[in-house]
């Protein structure tokens, strides 16, 4: 039983030790997947939020798959629920933002990438942060996204179509 | 028209952060919001176990008046104890009063 897994299971028993544990293990992910997804705004609350449902839900996971993803899931699952809570639509906001990524190698590389994802919707921007930046698989995506493997084929496609399109440094 | 292959390489190279020390105020912020859950849950739970008790003992007291009801006048014959419903009703209210003084007597100590 790899050291996630024993830790879940101890966390499902209501152990809080465990679960903080692995909250220490994928806050990262969680956070930088959700910031980037919400453009910065709320994602710190959005990540709370996050961990609370996992700690409740702590007796639901299965052992299928990893720990990761499954955070990952309930993280793509609260930024759908609070987007359409909040009554946003599917706007894009093409306006460039502002995000404090002191660790990113070149930062005018990472205002750009920001500005190109800024210009996806949602569901591409969720696809391309979980295969490009999270180093998912595309069967992985899919199943925290809750789509067909085909579907999230053609989202990662599309994505990468139009992020090629805007990112100078890659052309 | 450049490869997609070359492309995901270059993306992924773009979207990699290095993977950074966990930001210990935010485990902490949800350290103490998973105690105040836990808190808030045994809460509850005692709260639901007090309703249970004080709708027994609610359910037991209104048994009682229907079979005291039942009895008619009371009357204690010489040499007999009292039996039958108004026996029952007596244990109930007995039993009610139990449930009901037991945690004035726990929390005055």
């Known amino acids: ?171 | 028209m450049i490869d997609d292959n070359l492309i995901d390489e270059r993306l992924t190279a773009l979207f990699a952060e290095p993977e950074a020390a966990p930001d210990e105020a935010f485990v902490g912020r949800i350290q103490r919001a998973v105690l105040a859950e836990q808190r808030m849950a045994a809460a509850r739970k005692a709260l639901w176990l007090r309703f249970g008790i004080e709708a027994a003992g609610s359910v037991a007291v209104a048994i009682a008046f229907v079979l005291l009801g039942r009895l008619g006048p009371f009357t204690l014959e010489l040499g007999k104890g009292p039996s039958g419903p108004g026996l029952a009703a007596g244990l109930v209210l007995l039993l009610w009063l139990a449930v009901e003084l037991r945690p004035v007597a726990a929390t005055k100590t």
Not at chain 1, 114 to 136: I, P, V
Request: charged share 25%.
């Open chain 1, 1 to 171: 039983m790899d050291q996630d897994s024993e830790l879940a299971r101890r966390a499902a028993a209501g152990d809080a030790v465990a679960f903080t544990a692995l909250v220490r293990l994928h806050e990262g992910a969680v956070r930088r997947f959700l910031t980037r997804l919400t453009r910065g705004r709320g994602a710190d609350d959005l990540s709370q939020d996050v961990f609370l449902k996992a700690w409740r839900m702590a007796g639901h996971w299965r052992g299928e798959g990893s720990y990761r993803g499954w955070l990952m899931r309930i993280a793509w699952t609260q930024f759908l629920s609070a987007h359409r809570a909040a009554g946003r639509s599917a706007a894009r906001d093409q306006a460039a933002y502002d995000l404090d990524l002191p660790s990113a190698p070149d930062p005018d590389a990472a205002i750009d990438l920001n500005r190109a994802l800024a210009a996806l919707g949602e569901r591409e921007r969720a696809a391309a942060l979980l295969c490009y930046g999270e180093g998912c698989s595309h069967a992985e995506a899919a199943e925290i996204m809750g789509l067909p493997l085909g579907t999230l084929k053609s989202i990662v496609a599309r994505a990468r179509t139009a992020l090629a399109a805007q990112l100078e440094t890659i052309q």
